[in-house]
């Protein structure tokens, strides 16, 4: 998301939340319209993909992750950045099912048309799936709540009914590259929740956004998500916040949860596990883009944050092609990374 490079020089564009997200990009996006009438619930499973969701028209139900209902109007709009499970519904308690139990129409590629439910009132909702480049289990999600609202989102973004509207006319036309257009589209609308979230719904929320308003955790955040590969010191990033190294990492550990070593061990190693992955790099070659001495050294660090070994964690992604085995493999890491984290703590 907002993977456009800095036309400044040094760490960033001195807009932290920008800078943030520069690091996030989207590899995909499955797209739908969904035109629901009457009595209707679906039921969205917990995904490794980001979910959002416009509702156009008419209004609905959000069954959140944290078991609270909560009405959504026209206009409004909802980001669950680490995809987890949810409910859409024409009421609360309304008996919900999956997604697929509904009619379901492919138009082209990831973009389908969803028709569903009785005679009554009519609800238009967009939803898709956004693939981000990394995935639940990095610093910079982990971070993020499980839900971003953005109430009366067209009021605050009046240009957001004008790219709803450019969505849907990729979608009917079915021309060369729409699937692409539509990714990118879908990753300003992606950008404009975050950000109407960051200005107007978040409340006292601490955490990621916290960082994101505090603008000299901000500019540090954004160094390292910009450049995860540098030799980052305390010494260098209580420098960029102009503070002594106590004090910078009292500030940063207060705000993040986290102490800035840790912190960047994990942005480090979540990096390296992009190039394991998506790349297919030899594990020598990772450990000398992040300026290990030793391949040992580097698969000792990389098992301690991961949970398995980079030479373990390459067969299983080099394995998983298929859907089922895609999954499979993603569970095996999220058991690996659960595991480090409770013999961390």
Not at 163 to 171: G, H, N, P, T, Y
């Amino acid at each position: 998301m907002l993977d456009h490079s800095s036309k400044r020089t040094g760490f960033g564009s001195g807009d932290p939340l920008s800078d943030m997200l520069r690091g996030l990009r989207l590899d995909g996006v499955d797209y739908g319209r969904c035109q629901m009438t009457g009595n209707w619930g679906i039921d969205f499973p917990a995904q490794r993909a980001a979910r959002f969701h416009f509702i156009g028209q008419g209004s609905c139900w959000l069954l959140m992750p944290n078991k609270e209902w909560i009405e959504l109007g026209a206009g409004d709009a909802v980001l669950l950045p680490r995809g987890s499970r949810h409910v859409l519904a024409s009421a609360p308690r309304v008996h919900a099912v999956p997604l697929e139990s509904y009619e379901i129409t492919p138009i082209t590629g990831n973009i389908f048309d969803v028709q569903g439910g009785g005679s009554g009132d009519r609800t238009l909702l967009f939803c898709g799936s956004m693939h981000f480049n990394v995935d639940d289990l990095h610093p910079l999600l982990r971070m993020m709540p499980d839900m971003m609202r953005a109430h009366e989102l067209t009021v605050h973004e009046p240009g957001i009914p004008h790219l709803l509207d450019a969505m849907v006319r990729e979608v009917a036309l079915d021309r060369v590259g729409s699937a692409g257009i539509l990714a990118r589209l879908a990753d300003v609308l992606g950008a404009n929740i975050i950000r109407s979230w960051v200005e107007r719904g978040c409340g006292d929320a601490t955490g990621w956004i916290e960082a994101v308003r505090n603008p000299d955790v901000g500019r540090v955040l954004a160094a390292i998500h910009l450049n995860p590969s540098h030799d980052w010191t305390v010494a260098a990033l209580a420098k960029i916040m102009g503070a002594s190294r106590s004090g910078f990492a009292e500030r940063f550990a207060t705000v993040v949860g986290e102490t800035p070593a840790r912190y960047v061990a994990q942005v480090r190693m979540h990096q390296a596990r992009q190039w394991l992955e998506r790349d297919s790099v030899k594990v020598s070659v990772a450990a000398r883009r992040l300026g290990y001495e030793s391949e040992a050294a580097f698969s000792r660090a990389f098992k301690r944050i991961i949970g398995a070994a980079p030479s373990q964690f390459r067969k299983v992604c080099g394995q998983s092609r298929s859907p089922a085995r895609q999954w499979l493999s993603i569970r095996q890491i999220r058991g690996w990374h659960k595991r480090t984290l409770d013999e961390l703590q």
